[in-house]
């Protein structure tokens, strides 16, 4: 049985991807973890895709999906301005 037929294998992408977000923040690696549990989760429910490429593609779906909702719940609403009373240097 191939590794990333394993859920336990999407999980443990998602702990190391989660981990980097938290040594690079910016959102740029939650996005993925997210995407890599949810994949997890659906492998662990039974609900796999036949092949190693399909595979990819609903991780990267996924991965997407999680990336847009973030940006919409912890992105900047409209009209809001970031403004910067002080500076570093002051």
Do not use: C
Not at 6 to 17: C, G, T
Not at 28 to 54: C, E, N, R, T, Y
Request: proline share 2%; aromatic share 14%.
């Amino acid at each position: 049985m191939p590794l990333w037929t394993q859920w336990w294998v999407w999980m443990s992408a998602a702990v190391v991807l989660a981990t980097l977000e938290v040594l690079v923040p910016g959102y740029i690696f939650l996005g993925f973890a997210m995407g890599a549990a949810v994949m997890g989760l659906l492998i662990l429910i039974g609900i796999s895709a036949k092949g190693f490429a399909l595979t990819l593609v609903i991780f990267a779906v996924l991965s997407l999906a999680s990336y847009l909702v973030m940006r919409k719940v912890f992105g900047l609403r409209t009209g809001q301005v970031k403004i910067w009373d002080t500076d570093i240097n002051d």
